[in-house]
């Protein structure tokens, strides 16, 4: 490690430290300063000061997690969105679902199955507004996928999760109500709701 590597880590540290203090003390050059560090940054702690109460420091937080963008992988939002700190999560979907048509697909796409059910509907809203921009093969794998998980898997969770993302991705010829319909019929009550819903959504109230 040279003195330079030294140099960064000791000030990358400080600077993580800045960003932790409690809101009031955020100094708001110190989130300007995190820009510097390109994918070093500390985005975990960018991410947290969205949700601060201080309306400079949260549009300091989005400034810089907007410049960090080319910085920040799939994997990484990822693990923020599946991370243990749920105001956290909740900051990197408002800041996906922000970001619009330039917010990564990957991330999104993963995060619709989320155990979360508040980052997983954010989740599932975004990729269907998104949808246009995702391949008609990724989709009819997707919907092959989902299709099987719904009338397989041994997990009820599963299987309304499965719903949710069978009633994004199709529309009535991709997905046929058929499959909805059948779902009526699961021993589980969540996974009936859910393919009634989808019923209701697609073709009227009559269900």
Do not use: C
């Amino acid at each position: 490690m040279t003195s330079i590597d030294l140099f960064d880590d000791e000030a990358l540290q400080k600077l993580t430290e800045e960003l932790s203090r409690s809101d009031w003390a955020i100094d708001i050059s110190a989130i300007h300063r995190s820009v510097l560090f390109k994918e070093k940054a500390p985005r975990w702690q960018l991410l947290n000061l969205i949700r601060s109460s201080r309306t400079e420091v949260r549009e300091a937080a989005a400034e810089a997690i907007e410049q960090l963008k080319p910085w920040m992988t799939d994997e990484q939002w990822l693990e923020t969105l599946q991370g243990r700190y749920f105001r956290v999560s909740l900051a990197a979907i408002d800041v996906l679902d922000a970001l619009g048509a330039k917010a990564p697909l990957l991330p999104l796409l993963m995060s619709t199955t989320s155990g979360n059910q508040y980052i997983r509907s954010k989740a599932q809203a975004i990729v269907k507004r998104e949808l246009s921009r995702i391949p008609q093969a990724q989709v009819n794998h997707i919907i092959k996928s989902f299709s099987e998980i719904l009338q397989q898997h041994e997990e009820s969770h599963r299987r309304t999760v499965a719903v949710e993302i069978l009633g994004i991705v199709g529309n009535k010829g991709d997905v046929p109500a058929q499959l909805f319909m059948e779902a009526l019929k699961d021993p589980d009550a969540g996974v009936r709701l859910a393919a009634l819903k989808q019923l209701r959504a697609r073709w009227g109230a009559g269900w």
